[in-house]
C-alpha cells in the first residue's frame, strides 16, 4: 500500500468538552469529566457517576425537546429522525469537516466516503416499539426506524452531506469505531477513495449505561476524582459516558494539493478476535498482543519505537489486567518501553466510541507533543509492574503512538499514528 493516509480533521462532543482546544487542556491537565449523575439518583440504580457531554440534554425521546448548542440547526424533518447519537455526530462531523477545511463540493464527491460506528439508540428502540404495541403500529412515526437502529448515523448523515463514495456503519462494541477507522484507511490506501469521514457516537440515556451494572463491571463509587482508575489495584469498574468524535482521512499528496493541516500520518493498523469468551478479554491478552503486533506489521513501526500508548483499559479488574499482560508481551519489561495510559480515566468509558474518541487523543498528543500521563493511579496493580505508568503528563514530543481497542466478542483493533513534520 504506497498511499499514504494522514488526519486533516478532529472534531469532538465529549465530556472533556465539544472543541479540540478544550479538548487538548484536559488531556494535558489531567482534568476528567465525570460527575454524579442526577438520573441516577435512585434506590433502585447501584451506580452513582456518569460523564456527560457540556451543553447537550437529550434524555427525552422527542427530539423536540432536546437542549443542544446553539450553532446545531435543523429543519423539523430532520430533527424528528435524529436519535441523539446521530445528534452527537453531525455536531463532531461538522466540526471536523471545518478543521479541514473541506468545501461542500469536496465532501459531496465520489472520491470521499463515511464510515461510522454507532450501537443505535436504546432509548428510542424502546420508546418506538412500546408505542407500537401500545397504540398500534399505524399510529407511530414513520421516523422511528430511521431514528433508533443502528444503522441511524449513516441514515442521516449521507443525505445531509451528500455523501456519493462509500458508505458503511461498523459494530463491533467497543471496537466499532476502530474497525471503521481502520478500513477507511483500507479505502485510501487502496486508491479506492481520497478522502474519509469517519465518526463514532453513543447516547447518553440510562437505557445506555445501566444495563451494565447487571454485568457488574460499572464503578459503585460516588468520588468523580478518583472512580475511574485504569491499572489501579483498587479499580472496581467503569463509568458510562456518551457522545461524538469525528476524524476526516486523507491521502497525502491530495490533502498537501489543497494545503490543508495535516494532525498526524496514520501509519497502520492491525486486528485480531480472542475467540474464547463472549464478554471477556483472553486472560493473557493474547488476541489484543496479536493486534498489536499486526498493526505494528503493517506499519513498519518496531515495538522499541513507539513512545505512548493509549490503552483501551476500562478499569475493571479483568480486562486491565488481560491488557497489561499483552503490553509486557509485545513491548517487554526492559530497555526502552513506550509510556502508557488509558485516558478513559479522564472520559470514563464511551463503548463503541471509544475507538476513535482514543485515537484522535492521540492525534492531539502528537501534533502538540505531549503524552497524557495516568490519570487516577495510586497503587498500581501488580500485573502492571513492568510497564511504564507516568502518574502525570509528559512535555516529551512522542513520534509513534499506538491506540488499542476491545470489544465484547474478543474483537481487538490496534492503530499506530505517527508525528507529521
Known amino acids: 500500500m504506497s498511499r499514504r493516509v494522514v488526519v486533516t480533521g478532529l472534531g469532538f462532543a465529549t465530556c472533556l468538552g465539544r472543541d479540540a482546544a478544550t479538548v487538548l487542556g484536559a488531556l494535558r491537565e489531567l482534568r476528567h469529566g465525570i460527575v454524579l449523575h442526577e438520573p441516577f439518583d435512585d434506590p433502585s440504580v447501584p451506580v452513582s457517576l456518569a460523564a456527560p ?24 424533518d430532520q430533527l424528528r429522525a435524529l436519535s441523539p447519537n446521530a445528534l452527537y455526530a453531525t455536531y463532531a462531523l461538522r466540526q471536523a469537516i471545518a478543521a479541514a477545511g473541506l468545501e461542500a463540493e469536496a465532501v459531496a464527491h465520489p472520491r470521499t466516503g463515511l464510515f461510522t460506528a454507532s450501537a443505535g439508540s436504546a432509548m428510542l428502540t ?35 452531506l451528500g455523501i456519493q463514495g462509500a458508505s458503511a456503519g ?64 483498587g479499580r472496581d469498574g467503569f463509568v458510562g459516558t456518551g457522545g461524538s468524535v469525528a476524524m476526516v482521512l486523507e491521502e497525502e499528496s491530495v490533502a498537501r494539493a489543497r494545503g490543508a493541516e495535516i494532525y498526524a500520518g496514520f501509519s497502520g493498523w492491525g486486528q485480531s478476535t480472542d475467540g474464547t469468551h463472549m464478554a471477556i478479554a483472553h486472560p493473557e491478552g493474547a488476541g ?52 502508557v495510559s488509558s485516558t478513559k480515566a479522564l472520559t470514563g468509558h464511551a463503548l463503541s466510541l471509544s475507538s476513535i474518541m482514543e485515537a484522535a487523543f492521540s492525534v492531539l498528543a502528537l501534533h502538540h507533543r505531549f503524552v497524557p500521563g495516568a490519570a487516577h493511579l495510586v497503587d498500581p496493580d501488580p500485573e502492571a509492574a513492568g510497564l511504564f505508568l507516568p502518574r502525570e503528563s509528559l512535555d516529551e514530543a512522542p513520534h509513534f503512538v499506538v491506540s488499542n481497542s476491545s470489544g465484547f466478542g474478543g474483537a481487538n483493533v490496534v492503530m499506530v499514528f505517527a508525528r507529521h513534520s
Open 288 to 339: 489484543l498482543a496479536r493486534a498489536m503486533e499486526s498493526a505494528l506489521a503493517a506499519a513498519a513501526v518496531a515495538p522499541d519505537q513507539v513512545d505512548y500508548v493509549n490503552a483501551h483499559a476500562t478499569s475493571t479488574p479483568m480486562g486491565d489486567a488481560s491488557e497489561c499482560r499483552a503490553l509486557k508481551r509485545v513491548f517487554g519489561t526492559g530497555g526502552k518501553r513506550p509510556a
Open 53 to 76: 457531554v457540556p451543553g447537550f440534554r437529550t434524555d427525552s425521546p422527542d427530539a423536540e425537546d432536546w437542549t443542544f448548542p446553539e450553532n446545531l440547526s435543523f429543519r423539523l
Open 170 to 233: 461498523f459494530i463491533s462494541a467497543c471496537a466499532s469505531s476502530g474497525h471503521a477507522l481502520g478500513y477507511a484507511f483500507d479505502e485510501i490506501a487502496l486508491g479506492r477513495q481520497d478522502c474519509m469521514l469517519v465518526v463514532g457516537a453513543e447516547d447518553f440515556t440510562p437505557e445506555t449505561i445501566l444495563p451494565f451494572a447487571s454485568m457488574r463491571v460499572l464503578t459503585l463509587s460516588r468520588d468523580p476524582d478518583t472512580a475511574s482508575r485504569p491499572f489501579d489495584r
Open 126 to 160: 424502546h420508546h418506538h416499539i412500546d408505542r407500537m404495541k401500545r397504540v398500534g403500529p399505524s399510529r407511530c412515526s414513520p421516523l422511528g426506524i430511521v431514528a433508533s437502529i443502528a444503522g441511524t448515523l449513516n441514515f442521516n448523515l449521507v443525505p445531509a
